[in-house]
């Protein structure tokens, strides 16, 4: 394969993948806005169940022994259909009170515990976990010191569903944006060249004597090969018939 | 060079990159057409949802204050508490509470137009007006055109530079040679060979001028045959002393090469660098653009074993020492270059792809230090065998690993994320594995001369601050889980070290300076400053490549050190307090008074 049609692959290998590039960006920015709106959804809820709770350990009784917890937790579930769960568990990552009764005393996901430790952005912090999202906020004390923490569990059902829209739409419009883009690249890449070879080509041309002399760095050069190659050729034929004579004679 | 080629390779290649760039806006703009289409109808229901859920329940909480017989225009901090909720939810841009008759008792400001909520409680009504608004939707479109943006920038360049480097490589040693035999036809002289390829259009006029010597051949041989004839009936050396009169014009007049057959002759020697440069600038680049996500991913997985300045550098520290090991190890396997580099490849593809599956500190740490062993015995398997330029080499693993892999990364991270991201990168290293082996025989690899420098200090020196401030600084710095904007500090570092001529060691130095007052006084997570900073490290480490050409294994040697005592530096900021812009500093005091202490026989001549 020439060197020139190895780069004009590369070119098109490029240009594909920046197409794909393109579609996976306008993909995972869309789809982050749809998770981040389905957060900002639950903004409000998670706020007024903080201050709730907040306000209660204020009041100086210990997290968990506030009852009325478990009440609000249940009460915030029912009000959104998205929230799967809520769960407030302790510093040291013990379910406190939970939507899911059964879970209650039971440690929380080591990513939870991660996400925590390294993801906290704003007293908020964030895991995906099977497909699912959750949502969590610091509870403090009067003093700011973390006296729990707050977990909701969102479904990620509407989130999928408009993924899975976004991926057949911008599949649709690739199917003919693509061929498109990469016919104009490989036509403009198959001019280019041809213009940077076109004084070889016709090189080659004056050389089989297919062409006359044009202009240009190779025309001078090519003449006088050519030039030099007819005189050669004379030379030694000549030389060979004068050869043959010198037994005539 | 040909006189008028410099145009005939900036030219097409500018052209080129533009044509791509402007392909893939183009090609962006209607992606995201056909994702709004689908989008935005879906994300403005979320956030009337949103909106009216706020809505009832503020209502609600009115409600409650109306049944417990208090009037609206008595309740205090209302206008706060509609503030505070509208601050609180981003779908809502402002809340208004409107009595019986429609006044306003409170609002977040004066013309709030919505949804309505109505409030009928303890036989009085009211009203609360919720305005839905999406900020996070122009956030997200901002961000959105920026990145396609770059991708399309990005497409651009590369295609420029893949078009220039095949022109410079390829294009113009094939043309230059061609001339140059063409040149020396016109002299008379045929035995120069034309070019090294085997097909298209610099083969076919190779294969003309070879056509055209041939009858200069054909002829040859016709005169040799009669002189041969003659030769075998001159009994008495009469006609050979007549034939030597008439062949003495001849001679030293055609100079013909010395070759059996009629077989079109290939040339000689080593072949063009373009090859191999491009070959190991794809491996540094898909291997750089990892660099990234390791320490934020390092931190993800945490371990109890390290302090936390330590636990994103420790998986540095290993690749870069395996980096290293490999190396070695891809120099000692000479002989064996293909069979070595395969499996180098294949190693970096799938210990870069298996970190999507990861959950395990120690097993990333094991993981990453494989792949820096996989780059570092492919690059040496690539590079071990080849005579590639020095200088264009080092040109072009500076812009792949510099300028093109943080682009890339950054922008694989905003469309896939982080995880997927080294599972992208590891499948792309096994689908490149092919084309990246090449087919290209061993060569014995060049000595160093007798004498050469074995380090470089001031390259080290430079390397030092680069290395913490690529590794460590701005990807847990203003590139933590905003790696498009850590990239485009790194991408400018690239740049400047690209742009930048051969500087004396003083300009280093001062660019050093520079770099350390703009990482200490400005604030934390300033991105115009640690751009600028990255601008300046730039300098100083192009600078210091630029004096040191022509010396590869100085050079190797002391980015490699560099590089470990920049994280070494970065870890121990970390671990006990003290700025890594202190460090800068000493570095850049001591890059100037290096020509005092020593008088280096690297010092370039004439800065």
């Known amino acids: ?200 080509r016709q090189l080659a041309a004056q050389l089989l004597g297919r062409q006359a002399p044009g202009s240009g760095v190779f025309a001078g050069a090519a003449q006088g090969a050519r030039s030099a190659v007819d005189r050669a050729v004379r030379d030694f034929e000549r030389a060979a018939d004068d050869v043959m004579k010198t037994d005539e004679a | 060079m040909i006189p008028a080629t410099r145009s005939k390779i900036w030219l097409p290649a500018a052209a080129i990159g533009l044509v791509v760039a402007a392909l893939i806006a183009l090609a962006g703009y209607f992606l995201l057409q056909a994702g709004l289409r689908h989008s935005t109808p879906i994300l403005q229901e979320a956030t009337r949802t949103g909106a009216a859920a706020v809505g009832e329940a503020v209502a609600g909480q009115f409600a409650r204050a109306l049944e417990l017989g208090i009037p609206l225009d008595k309740l205090v901090g209302v206008d706060a508490y509609l503030r505070r909720i509208a601050d609180g939810s981003p779908q809502v841009g402002g809340l208004a509470l409107l009595d019986g008759d429609g006044r306003i008792v409170a609002a977040t400001a004066p013309d709030v137009s919505g949804e309505t909520f109505e409030i009928a409680a303890g036989g009085a009504r009211a009203s609360l007006v919720v305005e839905a608004v999406s900020p996070l939707f122009e956030d997200a479109m901002r961000r959105i055109w920026i990145s396609l943006s770059l991708a399309a920038l990005l497409a651009g360049v590369i295609s420029a530079a893949l078009t220039a480097g095949y022109l410079r490589l390829s294009w113009q040693p094939s043309r230059e040679r061609l001339l140059r035999a063409v040149d020396r036809a016109g002299e008379g002289d045929f035995t120069e060979v034309a070019v090294f390829e085997t097909s298209g259009p610099f083969f076919a006029a190779s294969q003309a001028l070879a056509g055209c010597v041939e009858q200069v051949e054909a002829a040859r041989r016709k005169l040799a045959e009669a002189v041969a004839t003659i030769h075998a009936i001159d009994f008495d050396g009469s006609l050979g002393r007549r034939v030597d009169t008439i062949l003495q014009p001849l001679e030293g007049r055609y100079v013909l090469p010395d070759r059996g057959g009629d077989e079109t002759q290939r040339a000689e020697g080593p072949a063009p660098a373009g090859g191999l440069i491009w070959r190991a600038a794809v491996v540094a680049g898909l291997s750089a653009a990892a660099f990234p996500f390791v320490g934020n991913f390092a931190i993800d997985r945490g371990t109890t074993s390290l302090s936390a300045a330590w636990v994103g550098v420790v998986p540095l520290l290993a690749e870069l020492l395996l980096f290293v090991l490999g190396v070695l190890a891809g120099r000692v396997a000479a002989g064996r270059g293909g069979a070595v580099r395969a499996l180098a490849l294949i190693l970096l593809g799938l210990s870069t792809g298996a970190v999507f599956w990861c959950r395990d500190y120690g097993l990333f740490v094991v993981l990453r230090g494989g792949a820096g062993f996989a780059a570092g015995l492919a690059l040496a398997a690539l590079l071990g065998h080849g005579r590639a330029r020095p200088r264009v080499l080092t040109l072009a693993l500076l812009f792949a690993a510099l300028v093109v892999a943080p682009l890339f990364a950054g922008l694989l991270a905003e469309a896939i994320g982080r995880r997927a991201s080294f599972l992208a990168l590891g499948g792309l290293v096994l689908a490149l594995c092919p084309f990246l082996v090449g087919m290209g025989g061993d060569r014995a690899e060049e000595r160093p001369k007798a004498g050469a420098p074995w380090f470089d200090p001031a390259t080290a020196l430079a390397m030092v601050p680069v290395s913490a401030f690529v590794f460590v600084l701005i990807p847990l710095g203003i590139g933590y889980n905003n790696y498009l904007v850590g990239a485009g500090a790194v991408a400018m570092l690239g740049v400047a070290a690209l742009a930048t001529p051969r500087l004396p060691r003083l300009a280093i130095g001062a660019a050093l300076g520079a770099a350390a007052l703009l990482l200490h006084y400005a604030p934390g997570g300033d991105v115009v400053s640690a751009y600028a900073a990255g601008a300046a490290l730039g300098v100083a480490l192009g600078g210091a490549l630029a004096n040191a050409a022509g010396q590869p294994r100085a050079v190797s040697a002391a980015l490699a050190a560099g590089a470990a005592v920049g994280l070494l530096l970065a870890g121990g900021a970390g671990q006990f307090g003290f700025s890594p812009s202190l460090a800068i500093a000493a570095a850049a005091l001591l890059s100037m008074a290096l020509p005092l202490v020593t008088r280096s026989r690297l010092a370039p001549a004439g800065v």
């Open chain 1, 1 to 200: 394969m020439a060197p020139s049609t190895r780069i004009i692959l590369a070119l098109m290998a490029t240009t594909a993948a920046a197409l794909f590039l393109c579609a996976g960006l306008v993909f995972g920015g869309l789809d982050r806005l749809a998770l981040r709106s389905s957060e900002a959804n639950i903004d409000f809820l998670l706020g007024q169940l903080r201050r709730s709770v907040e306000a209660n350990v204020g009041l100086g009784l210990p997290l968990a022994n506030i009852r009325v917890v478990q009440n609000l937790v249940e009460r915030a579930k029912a009000t959104d259909g998205r929230v799967l769960a809520v769960e407030v568990f302790s510093p040291a990552g013990v379910s406190l009170f939970n939507t899911d009764r059964g879970s209650i005393g039971e440690s929380i996901p080591a990513a939870w515990r991660s996400a925590i430790r390294s993801r906290i952005v704003g007293d908020r912090w964030r895991v995906e976990e099977l497909g699912d999202i959750i949502v969590g906020e610091v509870m403090r004390n009067d003093f700011g010191e973390p006296v729990g923490y707050l977990a909701v569990t969102l479904s990620s059902e509407a989130r999928d569903r408009h993924a899975e829209g976004l991926i057949v739409a911008l599949s649709a419009r690739l199917a003919w944006v693509a061929p498109i883009v990469l016919a104009a690249a490989l036509v403009m890449a198959v001019f280019m060249f041809d213009w940077t070879t076109r004084d070889i």
